[in-house]
């Protein structure tokens, strides 16, 4: 299953956790994850623009798509 991953990467321990965890064990499994990281852009506008681009241009089969919820 190939999964994306709408996922705000910082360099912090809670940023990184769901890699070293989860990501791990989804990948042990076969699962393969695509990370898009929506910090890397400008506005959250760009971000949401550039996801939308990503999912139409087919360049990888999404069967899920994840977002993680900050509180």
Same mark, same amino acid.
């Given at each position: 299953? *190939? ?5 705000? $990467?910082?360099?912090?321990? %809670? ?6 965890? %989860?990501?791990? $064990? ?5 699962? &393969? &994850?695509?990370? #898009?990281?929506?910090?890397? #852009? ?6 949401? *623009? $550039?996801?939308? @681009?990503? &999912? @139409?241009?087919? @360049?990888?089969? &999404? *069967?899920? #798509? ?6």
């Amino acid at each position: 299953m *190939d999964i994306l991953y709408f996922f705000p $990467e910082v360099n912090s321990y %809670m940023g990184q956790w769901q890699k070293f965890h %989860m990501f791990d $064990e989804l990948q042990n499994h076969g699962h &393969i &994850i695509h990370l #898009f990281n929506p910090l890397i #852009f400008s506005t959250v506008e760009q971000a949401n *623009d $550039e996801l939308i @681009k990503y &999912i @139409k241009s087919g @360049k990888h089969p &999404i *069967d899920l #798509f994840i977002n993680s919820h900050g509180v």
